[in-house]
């Protein structure tokens, strides 16, 4: 069976023995208590589109490079070691998810993240990652 390349293999924790219950039994005073804090499907879908555009390697590099300060399109390209047209693939996507802003300097367009929520997130999972390796 061939394996799809850059996808985590989840085959590990899909075939697990997860505990679950052994009485099916609904705790009503926990689900009333927890169902004003559930997610509404339509935020849910929206959190997940930005996980989804955070799920890629190169993606989550270029944010790490503009975190540090603005970049251009050729200063990203050569940090990277990707081509500019494909840098500016991935600033298009960070763009119509409003995580970056842009702006023009002559012939250059400079690149900055809108806030730092996104880099705090990828900062704390690179701290969850390494606290969890130790």
Do not use: W
């Not at 603005?70 to 298009?92: F, P, Y």
């Amino acid at each position: 069976m061939k394996k799809s390349r850059g996808k985590p293999d989840f085959e590990h924790f899909q075939h697990s023995d997860a505990p679950n219950c052994d009485a099916h039994v609904v705790h009503l005073d926990n689900v009333r208590s927890t169902q004003a804090e559930i997610l509404a499907t339509s935020k849910a879908k929206q959190i997940a589109e930005v996980f989804g555009i955070l799920a890629d390697p190169n993606r989550l590099r270029l944010l790490s490079a503009l975190a540090s300060q603005e970049l251009c399109v050729c200063d990203l390209a050569a940090l990277t070691k990707m081509t500019e047209s494909a840098v500016c693939h991935q600033l298009r996507l960070f763009k119509a998810m409003r995580l970056v802003n842009y702006r023009r300097e002559g012939k250059n367009v400079y690149y900055s993240l809108v806030d730092s929520y996104i880099i705090n997130l990828y900062r704390s999972v690179e701290e969850h990652l390494n606290e969890s390796s130790l």
